[in-house]
């Protein structure tokens, strides 16, 4: 495991992104985690909210009316801006460009490791392409 991230708690995360078909998993030598959609079709909401439902900062926004001082609580309207910018934000930021700027990140430490280290940087994990469908390797 090259993320450090356990096993068990890997699998619920799986489990939940396959449950909402953001992911699959494929068996075998050449298996690994694949994307069920391009990377520009999925939003960091569609996984925020597979993995842990509807963004809801404060509970007077479940719904409304959820909260009998809804119409007069300042703090209502405060946290209800905090998450219309939240969820928005969440929803633009697409999975191919956090993939972009994963790599490119990965490629600035790569070469600085290899700088400090003489040539023998590792990298905790790996996206790779596999018949145009992303593949993140641990």
């Known amino acids: 495991n090259r993320t450090n991230v ?3 708690f890997m699998r619920k995360i799986v489990v939940e992104l396959a449950k ?3 992911m699959q998993t494929v068996k075998g030598p050449n298996g690994g985690l694949v994307l069920d959609r391009p990377l520009e079709s999925i939003s960091m909401l569609q996984i925020v909210e597979a993995l842990e439902g509807p963004v809801c900062l404060n509970i007077c926004l479940l719904r409304k009316g959820a909260c009998e001082r809804e119409e007069f609580c300042p703090g ?3 946290w209800s801006e905090i998450q219309r910018n939240l969820v928005a934000q969440l929803h633009a930021a697409r999975l191919d460009t956090m993939v ?3 790599i490119v ?3 600035k430490l790569r070469q600085t490791l290899n700088l400090s280290q003489g040539g023998q ?3 905790k994990a790996a996206v790779t392409l596999s018949n145009d469908k992303p593949t993140i390797i641990f």
Do not use: K, S
Request: charged fraction near 20%.
């Open 105 to 107: 990140r990965q490629e």
């Open 100 to 102: 972009a700027d994963y």
């Open 76 to 78: 209502h309207d405060f």
């Open 6 to 8: 356990p096993q068990a």
């Open 121 to 123: 940087a590792a990298t």
């Open 20 to 22: 909402n078909n953001l």
